[in-house]
Nanobody, 115 residues
């Protein structure tokens, strides 16, 4: 069993900052990458950022320069620092962990950016 616990979502004004965290626990072997996706109402779930075990990172174009992903391998935890937030960043953010055999998703945390 694998458990992903997310935290850090909430309501923030435009231009503000939030940090999301996701801690993975359980029978996790060979994590390849950890990351975040988001889904706004009526839209598909899209990748926001991910970081591999080799610390290679990928970002959606819409968040480059504003969001930073990092991870603590010892704690199996991934973080998403979100700065200069915009109303269009409003969505449910889901943690995603990819292992050698399986992809795991968190339950989601709401991020709301008011204008």
């Amino acid at each position: 069993q694998v458990r992903l616990v997310e935290s850090g979502g909430g309501l923030v004004q435009s231009g503000g900052s939030l940090t999301l965290s996701c801690a993975a626990s359980g029978s996790i072997f060979s994590i390849y990458s950890m990351g975040w996706s988001r889904q706004a109402p009526g839209k598909q779930r899209d990748l926001v950022a991910r970081i591999t075990s080799a610390d290679n990172t990928n970002y959606a174009d819409s968040v480059k320069g504003r969001f930073t992903i990092s991870r603590d391998n010892a704690k199996n935890t991934v973080y998403l620092q979100m700065n200069s937030l915009k109303p269009e960043d409003t969505a449910v953010y889901y943690c995603r962990v990819v292992t050698s055999g399986t992809t795991y998703w968190g339950q989601g945390t709401q991020v709301t950016v008011s204008s």
